[in-house]
């Protein structure tokens, strides 16, 4: 089992978005702040996909499916 | 990152440039055709890999290969080298490309992932402004200036990763139907083993109570897999002595028999018949798929119609009524798509179900063929059963999958059966004849075993179709969630760069001090008003003059220039983007760039010349990094004037003994200095219609100005009582008449030894002192200390002083009123 990281505490702090940070970075930085708020994603999907993207993959369809699909 | 020197070598129409530049800023200027622009395509290869200007619309045919080198260089011979300052890397470093191998950076190693960023910098165009660029941002509709601003803040990052995640819930939504379709299948599939012609829970669940019943079970009340044979007491084994259920098997085969009965080969006929001719209709007109496929944007479309002609989807401005025909058109071809797509649809359902109807039956039959050493059947079975699968799944995509090779009009009727399959279904039907009947209970028994094996079936695609469910719905808020994040972080970004925008046209128009500006995403577009004289937001091209609009579109560039390249890339070429802007608010622009920008390094080309005596006088641009392109030829491109090294140029010419090209030189780069000169001390030279001086007008009308102009300064000295000041003058005026002297100033128009006309008649020895007398000339004019020209100031039309930029030369003209 991977280690799960349940409070995105510190993302929250981080929500402004810093202009040293690409576009990209500020865009996901917004977006798995609010993911937690709907009951739809377990903090380990949520984990999976803020890996995903830290790992630059976040485009890739198949990658998010599997995630998605994880119950 | 700066450059530091320059050398070109065959790009465009420069054989051979070299520029000295030390990482201040350069001015090109000379007339149309000069070659200047050469410049600007050789810095933008360098750095991106590509010359800008042979892309985009109207370059069709051009290519950098064929047309980024000279005309009669080879494109291995066409090489940019540059000595540079890069932040991060210590010393200057040396880059060079080749239009022979334009993707490939010649650098050091050490520098290569910088330089990397530098050129993903440069792709998107953050060093280059031209005139064209700046109808892109301010006259463009708004679809086009989002998409050139896009392309500067490189938002392909974000969009790849829209389009990945728009590709996830889209596949999710197809899979979420695929599974419903399985459901389906799966459901035909437990009727068939209940007998039940189509699949009714409710019906179903009394069957297998009945079955339930006859081997002694108590009903249950749902139907689950778990529950169905609970309970059941199993027949013992004389009850069946062989391994198949004749009963069971006679309706199996039965169900076959019926699939290829001539009722039945009617049917299938039909439907397939009209199910091509659907078919037909939408593959023989690719314009009603494509209207098909856009339906529902066209129908939306429509529906945000405003009457004022701007599209809905792209913003681009367009007749209102022809729009509205236009689309119209489309959503009237679509929907007549929709009827056919519906009516294939219902046709591929039908011949969905004439295979489903029998698949189960086949699988049984064939393993009961098998169970009964019948290898002959057994293998025409599965043909076939593997026939009907790949129909089942044509029939999911018809429009895109099915072929009309695969299933033959002429076997519509016997569903695509194999030859010869009735004659072995009955030798299996003889076989099961001949078999022994099964009891009841074991009947029950069986019919109640492949009842659950098929809920099964059926209770896991219901866990599909919920699991691909959820996940679409995770998708669906993952999408909204990231566009949601997206659009704050944009706006963010526009609030930022309009504020800086307002900023610097304030600067540039200080008497607009209310000025103001919004830009803001509008659908696809980016909507960009300005203010009118206080008289509301307007599109720039609405009220203001084009000069205003330049002055925009160059603030607005600089302002995303500003905030994207970070650091990185410290160059920035202007390449003859203030022709509209008239002289007063050109030394605004000078104003800008060196207090806005003091640390980048611009590079800009003009054919005005007054820009250029502007971009000099302001201290943009010192003397030494102006250089001037004439007389530009095919073999030898422009020739250069540069004042900083023209001395070391007549120098070598000298020791190689080509007094040709030192006399060339001395005179070109006389003729451009004392221009300078005569600019800066608003020096009076005769008028000619033809607009063409030469170095004899300048220098008369220089020489004549300073001597007038220091004859002033003394007396306004003396009117003073300042002694020191005009001691100090006396000792500049006995200099100047040397120097005046030593150029046989008095005599240089009669002396045909000196007549730059003749200079190249000279040896290297009668020369040398030619070129000496006249550096010594120049040195008058210039500061010793800053090394920039003097020039007169002005206060309300009125000369009150001749002064150098760093202010250590200063003649007060401006005379005391009071008589000693």
């Known amino acids: 089992m991977e280690s799960i990281d349940p409070t995105p505490a510190e993302h929250q702090e981080e929500t402004q978005p810093s202009e040293d940070k690409d576009l990209l970075d500020q865009v996901l930085l917004l977006m798995f702040n609010d993911l937690p708020t709907t009951d739809l994603f377990s903090p380990e999907q949520i984990e999976k996909l803020r890996q995903l993207a830290d790992a630059g993959s976040l485009h890739r369809p198949e990658r998010v499916i599997e995630i998605l699909q994880a119950e | ?820």
């Open chain 2, 1 to 820: 990152m700066k450059i530091l020197e320059l050398d070109i070598q065959n790009i465009r129409g420069l054989p051979n440039v070299s520029v000295p530049l030390g990482g201040r800023n350069l001015l090109v200027w000379g007339p149309n055709g000069s070659g200047k622009s050469g410049v600007v395509d050789a810095v933008d290869f360098l750095l991106s890999g590509r010359i800008t200007r042979l892309t985009g619309p109207g370059t069709g045919g051009i290519s950098l290969a064929q047309h980024g080198s000279h005309v009669d260089a080879e494109p291995e011979e066409a090489v940019v080298r540059a000595r540079i300052d890069l932040p991060g890397i210590e010393g200057p470093i040396d880059i060079s490309r080749s239009i022979g191998s334009p993707d490939h950076l010649d650098c050091p190693e050490e520098a290569r992932a910088l330089l990397s960023e530098v050129e993903a910098l440069a792709r998107r165009g953050q060093h280059i402004l031209t005139r064209r660029d700046i109808l892109r941002y301010i006259t463009a509709d708004p679809s086009s200036r989002a998409d050139q601003i896009q392309k500067l803040l490189d938002l392909s990052d974000v969009e790849n990763l829209r389009r990945g995640l728009v590709t996830v819930v889209n596949s999710l939504r197809t899979g979420l139907r695929a599974a419903q379709g399985d459901v389906g299948t799966q459901e035909e599939r437990l009727a068939a083993a209940l007998d039940l012609d189509a699949y009714r829970e409710a019906e179903a669940l009394r069957l297998v109570n009945e079955h339930r019943v006859a081997l002694g079970a108590p009903l249950i009340t749902e139907l689950k897999s778990q529950d169905i044979k609970a309970g059941v007491s199993s027949p013992s084994p004389d009850e069946s002595p062989q391994s198949f259920n004749p009963d069971l098997a006679k309706k199996d085969v039965s169900r076959i028999e019926e699939a290829l009965s001539e009722s039945r080969a009617a049917q299938v006929k039909q439907v397939h018949k009209d199910f091509l001719d659907s078919l037909s209709v939408i593959r023989s007109d690719p314009d009603l798929l494509h209207e098909l496929k856009r339906l529902q944007l066209i129908e939306k479309g429509l529906d945000l119609l405003d009457g004022s002609g701007r599209c809905p989807l792209c913003d681009t401005q367009l007749d209102a009524e022809a729009l509205k025909n236009h689309l119209e058109g489309k959503r009237d071809k679509g929907r007549q798509a929709k009827v056919y797509e519906e009516k294939l649809g219902k046709k591929a359902e039908d011949l969905r179900d004439f295979a489903t109807n029998v698949l189960a039956s086949i699988d049984q039959v064939a393993t009961l063929a098998d169970g009964l050493g019948d290898q002959r059947a057994r293998d025409l079975l599965e043909e076939w059963h593997v026939k009907l699968s790949s129909l089942q799944d044509a029939m999911d995509d018809p429009i895109g999958v099915y072929s009309n090779d695969d299933f033959p009009l002429e076997l519509a009727g016997r569903l695509w059966a194999p030859e010869s399959i009735e004659d072995r279904l009955v030798d299996v039907g003889q076989a099961i004849e001949r078999a022994p009947p099964a009891s009841a209970r074991q009947t029950s028994w069986d019919v109640l075993t492949r009842a659950l094996e098929r809920l099964s079936d059926l209770e896991g695609g219901h866990d599909g179709v919920a699991t691909v469910t959820r996940a679409s719905q995770r998708a669906q808020v993952l999408i909204d969630c990231f566009q949601r994040s997206r659009d704050a972080v944009l706006e963010n970004l526009y609030s930022a760069i309009r504020d800086r925008f307002v900023e610097f046209y304030k600067i540039l128009h200080d008497h607009e001090p209310d000025f103001s500006a919004s830009l803001q995403p509008e659908g696809a577009g980016l909507d960009f008003r300005v203010d009118f004289m206080g008289r509301g937001a307007y599109s720039p091209q609405a009220l203001h003059s084009e000069g205003h609009q330049d002055s925009m579109g160059l603030c607005l560039f600089l302002a995303l220039a500003e905030r994207l390249s970070a650091g990185l890339l410290g160059l920035i070429v202007l390449d003859d983007v203030v022709m509209s802007v008239d002289s007063e608010h050109r030394r605004q622009v000078c104003r800008l760039l060196t207090e806005s920008f003091p640390d980048k390094q611009f590079v800009i080309t003009t054919h005005d010349q007054t820009w250029a005596m502007q971009l000099k006088a302001a201290g943009v641009v010192q003397l030494g990094d102006m250089i001037h392109f004439v007389n530009w030829t095919l073999q030898t491109g422009p020739i250069v004037g540069q004042i900083r090294d023209l001395w070391e140029r007549i120098k070598e010419a000298l020791d190689d003994t080509d007094v040709n090209d030192a006399a060339a030189r001395l005179r070109r780069g006389c003729e451009q200095y004392f221009e300078m000169v005569c600019d800066s001390l608003h020096a009076r030279v005769r008028y000619n219609s033809e607009h063409r001086w030469d170095l004899e007008d300048w220098l008369r009308a220089s020489l004549s100005r300073y001597s007038e102009l220091l004859k002033n300064a003394k007396s306004t000295a003396q009117s003073w009582g300042e002694t020191e000041t005009v001691e100090s003058l006396n000792e500049l005026s006995s200099v100047k008449a040397q120097i005046f002297e030593r150029c046989q100033i008095e005599r240089w128009a009669v002396n045909p030894s000196v007549h730059y006309n003749n200079w190249a008649n000279l040896t290297p020895d009668e020369f040398t002192p030619v070129v000496q007398a006249f550096h010594d000339l120049c040195t008058l004019f210039e500061c010793s200390a800053c090394g920039q020209l003097i020039q007169v100031t002005e206060a309300h039309g009125v000369e009150v002083a001749v002064k150098c930029p760093c202010g250590q030369v200063t003649w007060n003209l401006e005379r005391s009123t009071t008589t000693s």
